[in-house]
């Protein structure tokens, strides 16, 4: 083929850029595990020490940047927000206590410590702080199984207290070491398929509460639970059916005038309490434990009491403690993160999630210091706390103070709460979180991300919490590695009037060139693709080796559109260089177009390029066709002259 | 903004095409698992329903592919071909059965039965079928821990039969389902450092045989060897360790020669063989047994006994022989596969990976009915097979004719081959995979593939194989998803004399256009980098905002260049429409160029190309950038209009 020259090509690429392994190492960590470059505010400012090492510090307690600039106007709406979500979190916190299985008096420590800590070291102005249901619900079914909580009541207590501390450990570990990177593996199609199916498998286990039933199962699955439900018709309570029946009723039509009239969310934020009120009065008017309406009983006045003592930090206490801890700290995790930056988006402001991971993992372990289980930010009272108009943290400052007027002088109050109402507050919440609006999205947009939302829901539903999760990461990171694993390749031509070479089977009127075929190679060449590329170029050569052949000619050159190559490995290089050869022992030059700053480096490094010609690698994929119709030309001269 | 027309597009992104769900799953699961398309020869035939037939049946038996052409000619070829490997076979053979700490006899078998197999199934005509070095340690390891070879040798046995029956239907399994893609995850820079890894301790083992050493370890780490070595000093043998360096000067000669001239490469091929014959001389006269020169001692005359009802497939010693059976199977495959590719790479054939796991598969299986243990397509052996000229598989036929003559009358003679000439050749063998060569070139072009591959190397050397494997293994599946977790972004600007957008990092010259900025996206946008693209994303609308307000002007355009995104998913399209939202309150106009064809279908699907308007979705960077422009005069007329 000899050497050709190539007039036809304006630019060319540049092969002569080197990057040094310790620039690219420490871009590449900084981009894994810095992605969002928490510092660059600092860089920003002049070399003014004082003011630097405030910012630095203003970092790690953000209350240190909203505290001075703090004013009254702003004080104002966090006090109306703060009372608001108060107002939620005391019959939250009373029935979300009740699903994990501790003591009703541990929901409202939970409000108190951990909203007063995530104050100064939170960066989300939207998060309410608290107890969540799924993660309650998932620590109860990790802990009975090995601690009885009707049996051992006091170890199931502290053990919880223990898993609250390893979830805060767990969590302060990924926020310091800047693990944000494995939540981004929770795809919102596992969020919404885990989150409705936990929301289904909640509202099942609130029979219970609704009918008043004494028996009931400890399994979480729908089978076990209705037929918990049925087995047991014989204790059915009418007068808590009826209850029930009022309560949700008045829950869900306050959940419609807030849709109706999004002015009024004050009254749907309230109505839990209301249910509540009204429930303890008519418990207490009709004597209702004696009459089939089951309360929750005393609750101790007082402040919560330290816990530090009671963490069970020997086995084999500790390892039920530490997986339970784990499990549930990671899905409140996500949930927390997720809620903060949805609010936060709404508002145009930016959450930094490792950040949020450091909060959320101080204030759960000064939570388990303190007689605290598990909290988070729920979603509920946090899009409460939004509507209601929140500035700051300082909203989370106000509902820990009335929850500790309450948890002072206000407990006796709340003794003769029927558990009917706070089963049916927590079915209205869950309500909420079963988005059939997104499944449905989801199947139109993309079946495969419905199936991966459809295997949480349904693990979760059918099999446990735990099995629904894992199923559907496990899909999601087959799907991801797939993808990795079968790159998409595709066939170019030239769009009718332009110099663009694009998909023929998108562009089907585009035209191809006789004799030369140009392929699009998608994404990273590596040893996940490699053997699977060589495969596909070689189905592609052989097919348009027979398409040339009917039109009675040879295909003589193959163009790789490079562009989409993000990154090349040495597998990648070595399949690059075996087809080079393979192509060349069928007399079919390889080029090369517009391949990016890392692969360029990389190629040249292993000598790829020497080996194919420098001449045969071109900026863009017309260069490329110009230098083959050239190269086509002089050959066609040449045989005519040899004739 | 309003509405624009932009009379510079000269062709419009098509964005009408649909594919339905279950083309596009077919699409999906095709490339997955018949990337190679196995049958598309059969398609191309005229529907001649015995030659369909025909073509079918010698897709699944090859053998029907080659021996209807067979000439007297290839036949030449292959009986000098399978003459030299079976001169290969034997002492490979009894040094190989005493790395997987079985009687040397079956090492013999295993070259008997197992290559007529393969000759029927195989579609490799390179590969010659033998025991392996890695994998017979790998299986001794495995099982000893379980089994003592030394205590309970027939149960060892037995053991390791039902590990290779385990082995044969792993791979025939990974056959059918066509899970070639499994081997795919074995990276090249893996099977370096792990054969690398392997051959330095099968090398260490040797010194047990090189000094005639009585006791000595189990272990396989470099530290308990080396440590067993030097303990046992007492035991060293000087008669052994004279004839050692002799084996070993006489078969590095032999190596060297080939090397230097690579037409006496038989010289080489035969030298262990000569090996074995002079040490028996040796042994025989100085009846070596009682002067420190251990013989591997008598050898049974005869066929393979058939060993099927020996198979252990009751507990517990099935689930060792499952776990022995799948882990050695797993390397034997690779290596299998890996060594037919290469080699028919070299003679521009092809191999299909699928078909080769299926003919493994039945030859193991067989093998372990026949008394063989774990056989695959060895390195060495297949590599003497295509230098002696081998034609076809017929060359293992004629192998296993030439140890068959053996098994029946030869056998006595081998009775005083010194197990000193059995290490050296293991050694020799060995030092061949360790590919220094290889490691510089990984160091050179690519440090985390050479970091991969020392992984896999010091894990083997200092711990044991299935760790240096998994650790390899887990490192690279960890980068891959590190490239699909954080993606490259880049700032592109306009090469100099050209239409074409290309890296300003790469192309330092290429000049940008006031108040717009085009970023290029990296391949797929999911779940996995929605969220990291989006603070990505946000950090370089930051950095163009300072620079325009440096200039006087503000950022208005943001050009998001698609054509390098594969495939989007809902995280990914949410996250579009999040950043869509974002710079829409920050008056920043969004434009996608030449998105994909199943790019562009989610995002109909998904509305968001109506949300961004179909305006704002151009061909190429040159038409949005026109558009941009156009926008921005309107804008500035209107501006003096007002004014």
Same mark, same amino acid.
């Given at each position: 083929?000899?050497?050709?020259?190539?007039?036809?090509?304006?630019?060319?690429?540049? =092969?002569?850029?080197?990057?040094? *392994?310790?620039?690219? =190492?420490?871009?590449?960590?900084?981009?894994?595990?810095?992605?969002?470059?928490?510092?660059?505010?600092?860089?920003?400012?002049?070399?003014?020490?004082?003011?630097?090492?405030?910012?630095? +510090?203003?970092?790690?307690?953000?209350?240190?940047?909203?505290?001075?600039?703090?004013?009254?106007?702003?004080?104002?709406?966090?006090?109306?927000?703060?009372?608001?979500?108060?107002?939620?979190?005391?019959?939250?916190?009373?029935?979300?206590?009740?699903?994990?299985?501790?003591?009703?008096?541990?929901?409202?420590?939970?409000?108190?410590?951990?909203?007063?800590?995530?104050?100064? *070291?939170?960066?989300?102005?939207?998060?309410?702080?608290?107890?969540?249901?799924?993660?309650?619900?998932?620590?109860?079914?990790?802990?009975?199984?090995?601690?009885?909580?009707?049996? #051992?009541?006091?170890?199931?207590?502290?053990?919880?207290?223990?898993?609250?501390?390893?979830?805060?450990?767990?969590?302060?570990? &990924?926020?310091?070491?800047?693990?944000?990177?494995?939540?981004?593996?929770?795809?919102?199609?596992?969020?919404?398929?885990?989150?409705?199916?936990?929301?289904?498998?909640?509202?099942?286990?609130?029979?219970?509460?609704?009918?008043?039933?004494?028996?009931?199962?400890?399994?979480?699955?729908?089978?076990?639970?209705?037929?918990?439900?049925?087995?047991?018709?014989?204790?059915?309570?009418?007068?808590?059916?009826?209850?029930?029946?009022?309560?949700?009723?008045?829950?869900?039509?306050?959940?419609?005038?807030?849709?109706?009239?999004?002015?009024?969310?004050?009254?749907?934020?309230?109505?839990?309490?209301?249910?509540?009120?009204?429930?303890?009065?008519?418990?207490?008017?009709?004597?209702?434990?004696?009459?089939?309406?089951?309360?929750?009983?005393?609750?101790?006045?007082?402040?919560?009491?330290?816990?530090?003592?009671?963490?069970?930090?020997?086995?084999?206490?500790?390892?039920?403690?530490?997986?339970?801890?784990?499990?549930?700290?990671?899905?409140?995790?996500?949930?927390?993160?997720?809620?903060?930056?949805?609010?936060?988006?709404?508002?145009?402001? #930016?959450?930094?999630?490792?950040?949020?991971?450091?909060?959320?993992?101080?204030?759960?372990?000064?939570?388990?210091?303190?007689?605290?289980?598990?909290?988070?930010?729920?979603?509920?009272?946090?899009?409460?706390?939004?509507?209601?108009?929140?500035?700051?943290?300082?909203?989370?400052?106000?509902?820990?103070?009335?929850?500790?007027?309450?948890?002072?002088?206000?407990?006796?109050?709340?003794?003769?709460?029927?558990?009917?109402? +706070?089963?049916?507050?927590?079915?209205?919440?869950?309500?909420?979180?079963?988005?059939?609006?997104?499944?449905?999205?989801?199947?139109?947009?993309?079946? &495969?991300?419905?199936?991966?939302?459809?295997?949480?829901?349904?693990? @979760? @539903?059918?099999?446990?919490?735990?099995?629904?999760?894992?199923?559907?990461?496990?899909?999601?990171?087959?799907?991801?590695?797939?993808?990795?694993?079968?790159?998409?390749?595709?066939?170019?031509?030239?769009?009718?009037?332009?110099?663009?070479?694009?998909? =023929?089977?998108?562009?089907?009127?585009?035209?191809?060139?006789?004799?030369?075929?140009?392929?699009?190679?998608?994404?990273?060449?590596?040893?996940?693709?490699?053997?699977?590329?060589?495969?596909?170029?070689?189905?592609?050569?052989?097919?348009?080796?027979?398409?040339?052949?009917?039109?009675?000619?040879? =295909?003589?050159?193959?163009?790789?559109?490079?562009?989409?190559?993000?990154?090349?490995?040495?597998?990648?290089?070595?399949?690059?260089?075996?087809?080079?050869?393979?192509?060349?022992?069928?007399?079919?030059?390889?080029?090369?177009?517009?391949?990016?700053?890392?692969?360029?480096?990389?190629?040249?490094?292993?000598?790829?390029?020497?080996?194919?010609?420098?001449?045969?690698?071109?900026?863009?994929?017309?260069?490329?066709?110009?230098?083959?119709?050239?190269?086509?030309?002089?050959?066609?001269?040449?045989?005519?002259?040899?004739?």
């Amino acid at each position: 083929m000899g050497t050709i020259t190539l007039e036809q090509s304006r630019a060319n690429v540049n =092969l002569s850029s080197r990057t040094t *392994f310790w620039k690219s =190492l420490k871009y590449q960590l900084k981009e894994a595990f810095f992605p969002d470059d928490p510092f660059r505010q600092m860089s920003d400012h002049p070399p003014a020490p004082l003011r630097r090492t405030w910012s630095f +510090l203003s970092y790690f307690f953000p209350v240190l940047a909203w505290a001075p600039k703090y004013k009254p106007t702003l004080f104002a709406s966090d006090l109306l927000a703060g009372i608001t979500i108060a107002s939620l979190a005391i019959p939250q916190g009373i029935s979300y206590a009740k699903l994990a299985n501790v003591p009703p008096i541990i929901g409202l420590y939970s409000s108190f410590v951990p909203p007063l800590v995530y104050a100064v *070291f939170g960066s989300s102005n939207n998060l309410a702080v608290g107890p969540v249901a799924a993660a309650s619900l998932l620590l109860a079914s990790s802990i009975r199984g090995k601690v009885s909580p009707e049996e #051992q009541p006091e170890l199931y207590l502290h053990t919880v207290f223990t898993a609250a501390f390893f979830t805060g450990l767990l969590q302060l570990i &990924f926020g310091i070491f800047r693990l944000g990177i494995l939540v981004d593996f929770l795809s919102r199609s596992t969020i919404t398929g885990f989150m409705g199916g936990t929301a289904t498998i909640i509202i099942l286990q609130q029979f219970k509460g609704l009918l008043g039933l004494q028996h009931f199962t400890n399994k979480t699955d729908i089978v076990t639970v209705l037929h918990a439900v049925l087995a047991n018709r014989r204790e059915w309570k009418w007068q808590s059916a009826v209850l029930s029946l009022g309560f949700l009723v008045i829950l869900l039509l306050a959940r419609r005038l807030k849709e109706k009239v999004p002015r009024l969310f004050w009254v749907n934020a309230i109505s839990p309490l209301l249910v509540v009120v009204m429930g303890g009065v008519i418990a207490f008017a009709v004597d209702g434990k004696d009459h089939g309406i089951p309360i929750v009983g005393d609750l101790k006045k007082g402040l919560n009491p330290i816990s530090i003592s009671q963490l069970q930090l020997k086995s084999p206490y500790i390892s039920v403690a530490l997986k339970a801890g784990l499990i549930s700290g990671f899905i409140a995790l996500a949930e927390g993160i997720a809620v903060g930056r949805s609010l936060a988006l709404l508002k145009n402001e #930016q959450t930094d999630g490792n950040k949020e991971m450091i909060a959320f993992g101080i204030m759960n372990i000064a939570g388990s210091f303190t007689s605290c289980y598990l909290t988070t930010g729920p979603f509920s009272k946090s899009a409460v706390n939004y509507h209601a108009g929140c500035k700051t943290p300082m909203s989370n400052v106000v509902m820990a103070v009335c929850i500790m007027l309450v948890l002072l002088w206000l407990t006796p109050l709340f003794k003769y709460t029927p558990l009917v109402a +706070l089963a049916a507050i927590i079915v209205v919440a869950m309500l909420g979180l079963i988005e059939l609006h997104e499944m449905k999205h989801l199947f139109k947009v993309d079946k &495969f991300d419905f199936c991966v939302c459809m295997a949480a829901f349904f693990g @979760v @539903v059918f099999v446990n919490m735990e099995v629904g999760l894992l199923l559907s990461v496990g899909l999601s990171i087959i799907r991801a590695l797939l993808h990795v694993a079968r790159p998409t390749t595709c066939k170019l031509g030239k769009v009718t009037g332009t110099e663009l070479y694009r998909d =023929l089977e998108h562009y089907p009127d585009s035209t191809t060139i006789p004799g030369v075929l140009i392929l699009q190679l998608g994404s990273p060449i590596y040893f996940a693709n490699a053997n699977y590329l060589r495969e596909r170029i070689t189905r592609w050569v052989e097919a348009e080796g027979n398409i040339c052949k009917e039109k009675g000619q040879d =295909l003589q050159y193959i163009v790789f559109d490079m562009g989409g190559v993000a990154a090349i490995d040495n597998t990648g290089i070595g399949m690059l260089l075996e087809v080079h050869r393979m192509l060349g022992k069928k007399e079919i030059q390889v080029a090369l177009t517009n391949p990016r700053l890392r692969v360029v480096e990389k190629l040249v490094a292993a000598n790829f390029i020497d080996v194919l010609g420098k001449e045969w690698v071109f900026l863009s994929i017309s260069d490329a066709v110009s230098g083959c119709r050239f190269a086509l030309r002089q050959a066609d001269n040449q045989d005519e002259l040899q004739v």
